[in-house]
């Protein structure tokens, strides 16, 4: 059993700054990709980032620029450094790892971006 714990989450103005954490526990493996996805009240969850193994990365379009995604692959840990955060930022974040026959999710961390 593989778990996901999100931490890093809270309350910020618009303009601050965020480091998300996701570090898995339980039966430890490397996971092929992590990724950070998003779901604001009303939305469908949404692509953020995601980093491979390798440590190739990708962002969508609403986090290039501010967002930095990176990964810790003894510490099993993937963070999420948000820059210049927005008030349409806020949604809660969930941390996802791959596996060839699986895929993992943490239970969500709240970013609220507001005065």
């Known amino acids: 059993q593989v778990q996901l714990v999100e931490s890093g989450g809270g309350l910020v103005q618009p303009g601050g700054s965020l480091r998300l954490s996701c570090a898995a526990s339980g039966n430890i493996v490397i996971f092929n990709a992590m990724g950070w996805y998003r779901q604001a009240p009303g939305k469908e969850r949404e692509f953020v980032a995601r980093i491979t193994r390798a440590g190739t990365t990708n962002y969508a379009d609403s986090g290039k620029g501010r967002f930095t995604i990176s990964r810790d692959n003894a510490k099993n840990t993937a963070y999420l450094q948000m820059e210049s955060l927005k008030p349409e930022d806020t949604a809660v974040y969930y941390c996802?790892?791959?596996?060839?026959?699986?895929?993992?999710w943490g239970q969500g961390t709240q970013v609220t971006v507001s005065l």
């Open positions: 996802n790892g791959v596996l060839p026959t699986n895929s993992y």
